[in-house]
């Protein structure tokens, strides 16, 4: 079992930044791939970026790239996202999640533990 925790997210101005942090608990944290989803109210929980085991692989959504940053820690068993530049449509509620493979997926259905999920509201 992986236990998940998100934390970091809250109210941000249209322009700004906020970190997410994800700590893992569990199984051995660098031994598998990491991602964050987010989900819109009324909206499919759609993959943000993901990372492989090493942190040597990355994957961004379009609507993300050149502004958000996905990184691990595995001595900190905690991954990131760093979100600059944000956007009033980037509001969601953002998930971490993890597969027991270590390459990462793009769908959320490949993906076996989630965290509860923090909420990011960028306002206009």
């Known amino acids: 079992q992986v236990q998940l925790v998100e934390s970091g997210g809250g109210l941000a101005q249209a322009g700004g930044s906020l970190r997410l942090s994800c700590a893992a608990s569990?199984?051995?944290?660098?031994?598998?791939?990491m991602a964050w989803f987010r989900q819109a109210p009324g909206k499919e929980r759609d993959i943000v970026a993901a990372i492989d085991w090493r942190g040597a692989n990355t994957y961004y959504a379009d609507s993300v790239k050149g502004r958000f940053t996905i990184s691990r820690d595995n001595a900190k068993n905690t991954v990131y996202l760093q979100m600059n530049s944000l956007k009033p449509e980037d509001t969601a509620v953002y998930y971490c999640?993890?597969?027991?493979?270590?390459?990462?997926?793009?769908?959320?259905?490949?993906?076996?533990?989630w965290g509860q999920g923090t909420q990011v509201t960028v306002s206009s």
């Open positions: 999640a993890a597969t027991l493979d270590s390459y990462y997926y793009t769908k959320a259905a490949n993906y076996d533990f």
């Open positions: 569990g199984r051995t944290f660098g031994s598998y791939a």
